[in-house]
Structures are given as C-alpha cells and as structure tokens.
C-alpha cells in the first residue's frame, strides 16, 4: 500500500516561527504608530504569515523597509516568548483599547470559537503570549525566543485589504504579509516561486491572450470566454466527452432551476442553503438556480424502473451550477459564482461497487495525465461517527473500496480521519503544476443519503427492491477552475493538441500572402487551427508578436517558400527549425496532436 503521511503543519518548526514571526511584525507595527493601531489577528499560513491592522494611514513600500528593519532588531536581542492562561476579565483589562480583541475575547467567553473567531469544537481557553513590550492573545505554538527565527529567512511581501472577519459590512483593515523560512536558501526557492507564480497568473494571462474576462455589467464571479479561451474550453471538454463515451457513460441535460421541493428533499434547503441564491418566484412556487447536479440524475434515474440487469448506470453532464461567493473570495477562474461541472453519477449494484470504484479512479487518473498532469496526492475522508447518515455497513464497505483502489492505483495517499461530510466517505484528488502547488479538482464520493431521500431502488435477481448505490464523481471539478489551473501549469503555452492558435503563417512582403494564405487553406482542411499575419509590419515584429501570443508554430514564407512549397518554421520557444516541404511540416503537426484525436 503507498500510503503518505506528513507531519501536521500546524506542529511544524516552520509554523511555531512563522507564528512567532505575525508577533513580531504586530510588535514593530505599534511601536511605528504609538497609541494609535488597532491589532486584529496574526496566523501562519501555508507559506507565510499575516496581521491585520486598523492604522491612521494607509502604508506604503517604504513603511514595510521600515517594519522589516525594526523587525529584524527584536529578533537579535532574543526576548523570551512567556504563555499564560488567564481570565476573559483580565484579558479585556489588557486589551482594553483594542475592541478587535475585545471582540474575539468575547467570543471565547461565549465558547464554539478560537481566538481567531473560527468556529471550533475544541473547550475554550484564554491564552496570552508575551515578547519584549507585546502581548498578544494566543495560544500558540511559537518559537522559545525571538532568536530562533533566522533573519535570512525572513521577508515582509506586500500589503492588502481585508475586511474585518471576511465580512464586507465591517471595517476593512490593512493586512502585511510576510514570509520566514529556516535557512536563506528556502526563501530565495520562495520568492522564485512567487516571482514565477506572478508570471503565470491565469487572469494576467487570460488577458494578455485574450482567453476570457469579466465584466461589472453582467456581474463579479461570472466569466466570459473570448473565442480563443472558448476554443481551449471546447477542445479539453470535446476530448474528455469522447472520453467519457468510450468509458460508458450516458450524456444526460437537466435544468438550471427546480422547485424547492426538489432541494427540501434532497437536503441542500437544509444543508446548503446559504451557498444558494434567492428563490425565484414563478406563478406562487418557488424555484432556486441549481447548486448542483445530482437531484436532477437522480430524478432521470427514477423515471423508469430500473433491473440490477440495468445496473451500473454512468449518467455525465457539463452542467453548469451556481452558488453564492462573498465578492472579496472572488478570484479570477478559480472562485466564481457561475460555473460548469463536468458531473458524473454512477448507480450501481453494492456487489458492483469495488470494480466501479476501480474504474472511476483509473479513469479519472488516466484523464488528467492526458492533459499533462503526473503528480498527485490523494486524501480518505472516513467516517464521522456524530454526523454519518447510513448504516455503517455501508460506510466500512465503501471506505474499504475506497482505500483499496487507491493501493491498486499506485499513487499517494492519506486518511483524513472522521473528515467525510454526513453522506458517505470520499477521495479527493489533489494534482501538482509545474511548480509543485498542490490544486484540489477531482473527487470521487459516496452518497448514503440521495438514495434513501428520493427512495431509490432497482430490482435484484430475486425480484425484490433494493438500493443502488451512488457514487458522485466531479473529475474536472469545474471547467472554470480547470482552466484556470491548465493556464497557469502551462504559463499560458499550452500543448499543440490544446492551443487555440497551433501555427501562423507570417509572409515575408506583401507579394509572399497568396503562397501564405495557400498555406494556411491547406492545413485548414486537414482539421488545424492556423491564421495568417498579413498585418503591414516587418518580419521579425510579426514573429514577435506571435511568441508573445505563445503560438506553437511559426511558418514564415518568402520567395523560396513560394519556390519550392515549403515553409521555414520557428517555434514559439525561439528555435529554428529551419525550411523544410509543405508535407514534413504536416507531418509534425499531425503527430503532435496524434494521441488526441
């Protein structure tokens, strides 16, 4: 079995110091305005930290030099980092002109959350940590004094809004981000893969190359695609349909909206629900916009009896779905409002269920390496005993399938204990880009709960009901996020198979475009996307421009192109390939998108 398991972040050196180190910002933040900053909260995160401030300014470039500077000075003189648990009264003593503090004190009075205000199970406790002339409410862990936090490794980043607990109705205050990492080798690796990351971010890209946008007009989170961020979208959804039909699913539509009796019996009024827009009222019924699929699957699946003959049932559908995202978690492709599932349910018998789970897998895993992902990491989400719908004969048998064909499959895993959401245990599949972030898109879930809402059933060889069971399949996760994931993997140069443009054909002066657009008519017709520059500037500009626009092949024509029937041909990562006949040109572009077609 390949099973992985990790330290937990949250016990790690590098988060006891990246802690430590949101103290020690939020130490030389009040020291630089006296009397006169508001401290909210200060957590590690995956690769950093951060503190929120209310100041009398907004800070600028410089003002970060300045607080770095200060920074670096209280971890030279080592200050002893002192925990105590004390009192809500003698916490609002301390923090008594801090009504942020006061605000999250109360909170761990009343219990059900941390000291950062996130909801939690865990018995409340009033903790304080203590270096140099800062207090802080916290429970830790941090570092044992300020020297443990290696200088070198240490970087304040950039300054951001945020509204105070994530809600746009409160005050917005200034976030510092910052970075610390143990050795200086680490954060120069960091700041690479910033700098990188930056570079191949899918909204500067979706621009530059004009794949898609958004517009205030039509509204934040609903995307646009331009023709050739649509022409990328259709080749990778036409590929996976052709895929998907070849495996032996159904294509099934459904509709944007249903009446909400439809979401009252599927459970999403009650479980969901303020993921989901404002009833619609259409002649005194309600109807909700879809948050999902599977009510509408489960519906086609009911419309007619169904034999264990029948059975494994495979319906898929690019359906599009929408749910409510507070406008300050929108960003680009990756969080939207409106969005495309590429949505698949299984119905199948239990004695079934271990091969379908095999397949799905397989299947998922063979989809994405098509596209260029190899890397991944899966995660067992296993019962939660206080919140499973189900027998729990079920759910062993389930979870066993699970984990068993994720041995079978070779790739990384590991459990997430008492994780699984209430209807059934999970995997989810996380691939890692070029740059070895991890992208959650893929799961595979088991449902306990739609069958037995919606009274599912087949009939079994001994002409008795039964309940199928159901498996949700989402292997995409969402075309919006696919691509935005695909754009920034590739750094917008996508494969030849998907790139919206595959080859421009760049004449050489204004006499070369009739052999140029010969060219251009020939690969047309055996099935390749190629354009013709005939724009009026110099050769050189025009293979320019085409490298910017990341365009596989350039095919530049002159009087010896027109001569002879060849193209010269340059690829977009610079190099020259050099002249060569019509056909051999073809003949590359044909095994280049070969496996794809």
């Not at 570079?199 to 331009?226: A, C, M, Q, Y």
């Not at 050739?228 to 070849?246: S, T």
Request: proline share 5%; glycine share 8%; hydrophobic share 35%.
């Amino acid at each position: 079995m390949v099973e992985k398991k990790d330290e937990r972040y949250e016990d790690s050196d590098l988060y006891r110091i990246r802690h430590s180190a949101a103290h020690i910002m939020a130490q030389a933040v009040m020291e630089m305005f006296p009397g006169e900053v508001k401290i909210a909260i200060g957590p590690p995160i995956a690769e950093g930290f951060y503190y929120d401030f209310e100041l009398p300014r907004s800070l600028t470039p410089e003002d970060l030099e300045v607080i770095e500077k200060r920074m670096l000075e209280i971890i030279g003189k080592d200050f002893e980092y002192a925990f105590e648990v004390i009192s809500a009264e003698k916490a609002k003593e301390i923090f008594a002109d801090q009504p942020y503090k006061i605000e999250l004190i109360e909170g761990l009075e009343a219990g059900g959350v941390d000291e950062y205000g996130t909801p939690t199970d865990e018995a409340p406790e009033i903790s304080i940590y203590t270096q140099d002339t800062f207090t802080d409410l916290c429970r830790g862990p941090h570092v044992a004094r300020t020297g443990e936090i290696n200088p070198d490794g240490l970087k304040l980043l950039n300054v951001a809004g945020a509204y105070w607990r994530g809600d746009e109705n409160r005050p917005m205050l200034q976030r510092i981000y910052g970075t610390a990492w143990q050795s200086a080798d680490d954060l120069e690796q960091f700041l690479w893969r910033r700098e990188e990351a930056a570079k191949r971010d899918h909204r500067r890209l979706g621009r530059e190359l004009d794949l898609f946008s958004t517009n205030e007009d039509v509204g934040p989170g609903l995307i646009l695609w331009h023709p050739k961020g649509g022409m990328v979208r259709k080749i990778a959804e036409d590929y996976c349909r052709a895929e998907h039909e070849k495996a032996g699913y159904e294509f099934v539509y459904s509709p944007h909206i249903g009446k909400s009796k439809l979401w009252e019996t599927s459970g999403h009024l009650q479980w969901f629900k303020e993921k989901m827009y404002a009833p619609l009222d259409i002649e005194g019924q309600e109807y909700y916009l879809k948050p999902m699929n599977c009510p509408f699957h489960v519906q086609i699946y009911k419309s007619n009896k169904r034999s264990y003959r029948d059975l494994p049932l495979r319906y898929a559908e690019w359906g599009t779905v929408y749910r409510y995202e507070r406008s300050g978690v929108l960003h680009g492709l990756l969080r939207v409002r409106g969005f495309t599932q590429d949505d698949a349910h299984h119905f199948c018998r239990p004695d079934q269920m271990p091969e379908e789970i095999d397949k799905v897998l397989k299947f998922t895993l063979d989809i994405l390496r098509a596209f260029g992902f190899e890397k991944f990491q899966a995660y067992l989400s296993t019962r939660n005993p206080e919140k499973a719908a189900g027998d729990l004969d079920d759910w062993d048998s389930s979870t066993k399938a699970l984990r068993d064909s994720l041995d079978r499959s070779g790739i990384p895993y590991q459990i997430d204990e008492g994780e699984a959401v209430f209807y059934g245990p999970k995997i989810d599949i996380k691939l890692l880009d070029a740059l070895g972030r991890e992208w959650q898109l893929s799961t595979i879930q088991f449902d306990f709960n739609l069958p037995e809402s919606f009274d599912l059933s087949y009939i079994g060889e001994d002409g008795k009901e039964h309940r199928p069971v159901m498996i949700h399949r989402a292997l995409l996760g969402s075309m919006e996020r696919f691509m935005g994931v695909l754009i920034e993997h590739y750094a917008g140069a996508f494969p030849v198979w998907l790139a919206p443009v595959q080859a421009v054909v760049i004449p050489i002066a204004d006499r070369h475009l009739g052999h140029a657009e010969r060219i251009a008519k020939r690969l047309k017709s055996s099935g390749f996307r190629v354009d013709v520059d005939a724009r009026g500037d110099r050769m050189n500009a025009k293979i320019r421009h085409a490298q910017l626009q990341k365009i596989p092949y350039m095919l530049v024509v002159g009087d010896r192109e027109a001569k002879t029937d060849s193209v010269s041909v340059r690829q977009r990562s610079g190099e020259d390939m050099g002249a060569m006949p019509f056909e051999e040109f073809e003949a590359i572009l044909v095994s280049d998108v070969a496996p794809y077609r």
